[in-house]
């Protein structure tokens, strides 16, 4: 009997982000960064993106930094979620979640997460333009988007 | 010895059909870069700048392959 595997860090599914954060007494900040499909790259107009990933060892990846972050900081909650399939303008790529009792460690593990996910985890995206032609993004060259 | 082959993204475009390739006994994935470019040359610029994993670890260019070895090779990453 084959059981189709599942992967807690990569989903073909909707990511929906609730206003709800998750529920630890001892957590007084909680940071929650979203990656989303924008319309315009390099002033090209986007219709839609897809994201392939090389998903087990993304997967693992993801969960490899998020252990990583947790050892830098003193974390009462890491996750990361990244999309894959085809998505539509305004949707959700890719989210970060990071906990602590005070919001430094948030703030800066989140970062640290999200740099090191776009960089090094085995994630692609192919960029879909209004003039029908599609290229497959060169890799992370903005840093700051 | 053959060894196998999953391909990602912008590589893809270049090797759609190879799944297997046959390489020598001790060859490295230095090696396997010649030959992958040497099979397609129009592949070279996105491979020089590929990583490349086996069994679903990052490896050097001085990595020995074996027999049966799943290669991936992994364009610039662009996630997020």
Not at chain 1, 99 to 123: C, F, L, T
Not at chain 2, 57 to 70: A, Q
Request: with cysteine.
């Amino acid at each position: 009997m084959s059981v189709l595997e599942t992967y807690s860090h990569i989903s073909s599914s909707p990511i929906f982000v609730s206003s709800q954060a998750p529920d630890i007494p001892e957590m007084g900040g909680f940071v929650l960064f979203s990656g989303i499909v924008r319309n315009l790259n390099e002033g090209k107009k986007v219709t839609h993106l897809e994201y392939e990933a090389y998903t087990p060892m993304a997967d693992e990846m993801i969960r490899g930094i998020l252990e990583d972050a947790r050892k830098k900081w003193d974390l009462l909650h890491a996750n990361c979620i990244h999309r894959v399939g085809k998505l539509e303008i305004s949707e959700i790529a890719v989210i970060v979640e990071t906990g602590s009792i005070h919001r430094a460690e948030a703030y800066e593990s989140n970062r640290y997460i999200i740099d090191r996910v776009k960089h090094e985890v085995p994630i692609w995206k192919r960029e879909f333009y209004l003039d029908g032609s599609s290229e497959w993004s060169k890799g992370c060259v903005h840093e700051s988007h | 010895m053959d060894i196998q082959l999953l391909f990602f993204a912008a590589v893809k475009d270049h090797f759609p059909d190879l799944k297997k390739i046959e390489v020598s006994e001790g060859d490295s994935i230095y090696h396997l870069r010649k030959i992958l470019t040497h099979t397609n040359p129009g592949s070279e610029s996105i491979l020089k700048v590929s990583r490349f994993a086996v069994n679903q670890s990052i490896v050097g260019d001085d990595f020995i392959l074996r027999e049966g070895s799943i290669v991936a090779v992994l364009p610039p990453s662009s996630g997020g």
